[in-house]
Structure formats: C-alpha cells, structure tokens
C-alpha cells in the first residue's frame, strides 16, 4: 500500500536473486504509481530482475485496525455531537492515529467519554466491515461520506461497517474484516 489519504505506507522486503532490499516506505505518485523505498541489505538488485515482494503483515494489520477505527470514531462523532463534524485530516499508523475534525465548541470530558463508549461498543459487537465499488453518484445516493473536496473518479471503493452501516465512506485504505479484530479504542 503506497502512502494515501493520511495513512502511512507499506514496509517490507524485496528478495531478487543476488541480494535483498528493506522497504521502509511506499508513497504514491499523483498518477498512482507506488514507489517503494529502501535500502540494499544484501548483494545487488538489477533492473529487470525477478523480485519476490513482501509486505510486512503484521504492521499493515496494525495499520489496518487504526484505520478502520477513524471511522468508528468519526460515526461516534457525528452521532454524538452532531452531523455537522466532519474529518479534516489524519495520520494513521501502526502505533497509534491522529484524527482531525471540524467541531464548532470545545468538546466536554463527558463527551469524550460517550465517543469513546461507542466506539468500544462497536468494536465489542464485532461489525462487519466490507468495501464495494461502485459509481461516485451511486455512491453518494447511498448516503456515503466523500472528504476533504477530494476529486473521485468515475468509479470509487465504499467501505461499510455493519449491517446496517454505522459508517459508509468513501475509502481507499486497508481495513480489517470485522471491528472486533481492533480489540479496544481509547482517546
């Protein structure tokens, strides 16, 4: 996964014949070309050998659970404080999330605890959590969330989280399978 949409690229190893690259990073171009960076560890890699590509799992798995809960947070949020807060940014890795959003009022501690509460209920219900392509306007029709003014193709990838969703947004990044794979969220 090449770095997009506030979450952090993949890391890993490239095995070629004659030596041996750790990816410590994958970022995306504009034109969606994923470049992988790294450094030779072992012997030297050409251009045109046959590489064997792996992905670290168990980070991207990490990756994958904070993702999938910035979505949980923003349905809590949204249920709680209102319709009106929306996601401005993020930064999702494997340790931990940073979630910005639009809110009009400092949010009390009572608050906080109710949106953590949800979240940690979702998780405990073990949702679903699948993607569908689909078109932008059908999409839309649905009900999904599209952010940050982004420009989306004709076609875009719609993740759900439970039937029925208590989040639908337009997502391009890994998630898990099931909310109960995250294990617990606290703010």
Same mark, same amino acid.
């Given at each position: 996964?090449?770095?997009?949409?506030?979450?952090?690229?993949?890391?890993g190893?490239?095995?070629?014949p004659?030596?041996?690259?750790?990816?410590?990073?994958?970022?995306?171009t504009?034109?969606?070309?994923?470049?992988?960076?790294?450094r030779?560890?072992?012997? !030297?890699?050409?251009?045109?050998?046959?590489?064997?590509?792996?992905?670290?799992?168990?980070?991207?798995?990490?990756?994958?659970?904070?993702?999938?809960?910035?979505?949980?947070?923003?349905?809590?949020l949204?249920?709680?404080?209102?319709?009106?807060?929306?996601?401005?940014?993020?930064?999702?890795?494997?340790?931990?999330f940073?979630?910005?959003?639009s809110?009009?009022?400092?949010i009390? !501690?009572?608050?906080?605890?109710?949106i953590?509460?949800?979240? !940690?209920?979702?998780?405990?219900? !073990?949702?679903?959590?699948?993607?569908r392509?689909?078109?932008?306007?059908?999409?839309?029709?649905?009900?999904?969330?599209?952010?940050?003014?982004?420009?989306?193709?004709?076609?875009?990838?719609?993740?759900?989280?439970?039937?029925p969703?208590?989040?639908?947004?337009?997502?391009?990044?890994?998630?898990?399978?099931?909310?109960?794979?995250?294990?617990?969220?606290?703010?």
């Amino acid at each position: 996964y090449g770095e997009m949409g506030g979450q952090v690229g993949d890391t890993g190893e490239v095995s070629a014949p004659r030596g041996k690259i750790i990816v410590t990073d994958a970022i995306r171009t504009p034109t969606g070309v994923i470049i992988h960076r790294g450094r030779v560890v072992e012997g !030297n890699v050409s251009i045109g050998d046959e590489v064997d590509a792996r992905v670290d799992i168990s980070r991207r798995l990490d990756i994958a659970r904070n993702h999938t809960a910035t979505h949980l947070l923003q349905a809590a949020l949204r249920q709680i404080l209102g319709s009106r807060v929306y996601q401005k940014g993020s930064l999702v890795g494997p340790d931990r999330f940073r979630f910005d959003f639009s809110h009009m009022a400092s949010i009390t !501690n009572e608050e906080v605890k109710g949106i953590q509460r949800q979240v !940690n209920e979702w998780i405990r219900q !073990n949702l679903k959590v699948k993607a569908r392509r689909l078109s932008y306007s059908q999409a839309i029709a649905e009900g999904a969330i599209a952010l940050f003014e982004e420009k989306y193709g004709d076609q875009v990838r719609m993740l759900e989280i439970g039937e029925p969703p208590v989040s639908k947004e337009l997502c391009g990044g890994t998630h898990v399978s099931s909310t109960g794979q995250i294990g617990m969220f606290m703010i």
